[in-house]
T-cell receptor, first 115, second 112 residues
């Protein structure tokens, strides 16, 4: 089954404790991205990757890091989480960049709480 | 910066009614527009994608239109069903970049 998976689905952590949220897709997609969803603000893009070893900032990259060493994986790293990073996070992928006729596939989301 | 607005924020309709959801965007220089559905506690599911050169797309009971010059899109749902209850989001691709800009969504409730 074609899908985007994220782990963990739920995470409660404390300020400053480094964490990684994993994202994996099994569709051989080139484009992958991370979003956060907050009430009243909608989804905002954090980082995206056009292909292996190619990443770039989205709208709200501060406090986050990403890497793309393999085509299927695109982990999101919070080096020193803070309470304002409490949010619902989504990973997404598509065959190519968003300018083409390719729909975005989203993961199920990771609900992160930073205390 | 592109801004996407969806009005109304919430909508309740009786089962069987036809309905229209609205999406507007400020910068008409887009590559495409997508409509998504989000169910509580779940990810987003792509419903329709309209490229900037197209005027509309149809899938089953759903029809999405795009008027790029006026910065508007509509999602038409025919013969609504309780299973259509969800939040509907529209998103536009940013011109010259690989950003996707989302509206805050319309929460639809279809009453049996």
């Amino acid at each position: 089954e074609a899908q985007v998976t994220q782990n963990p689905r739920y995470l409660i952590t404390v300020t400053g404790k480094k964490l990684t949220v994993t994202c994996s897709q099994n569709m051989n997609h080139e484009y992958m991205s991370w979003y956060r969803q907050d009430p009243g603000l909608g989804l905002r893009q954090i980082y995206y990757s056009m292909n292996v070893e190619v990443t770039d900032k989205g709208d709200v990259p501060e406090g986050y890091k990403v890497s793309r060493k393999e085509k299927r994986n695109f982990p999101l790293i919070l080096e020193s989480p803070s309470p304002n990073q409490t949010s619902l996070y989504f990973c997404a992928s598509s065959l190519s960049g968003i300018a083409g006729p390719y729909e975005q596939y989203f993961g199920p989301g990771t609900r992160l709480t930073v205390t | 910066k592109q801004e996407v607005t969806q009005i109304p924020a919430a909508l309740s309709v009786p089962e069987g009614e036809n309905l229209v959801l609205n999406c507007s965007f400020t910068d008409s220089a887009i590559y495409n527009l997508q409509w998504f559905r989000q169910d509580p506690g779940k990810g987003l599911t792509s419903l329709l994608l309209i490229q900037s050169s197209q005027r509309e797309q149809t899938s089953g009971r759903l029809n999405a239109s795009l008027d790029k010059s006026s910065g508007r899109s509509t999602l038409y749902i025919a013969a609504s069903q309780p299973g259509d209850s969800a939040t509907y989001l529209c998103a536009v691709s940013g011109s010259g970049a690989n950003n996707l800009f989302f509206g805050t969504g319309t929460r639809l409730t279809v009453i049996p």
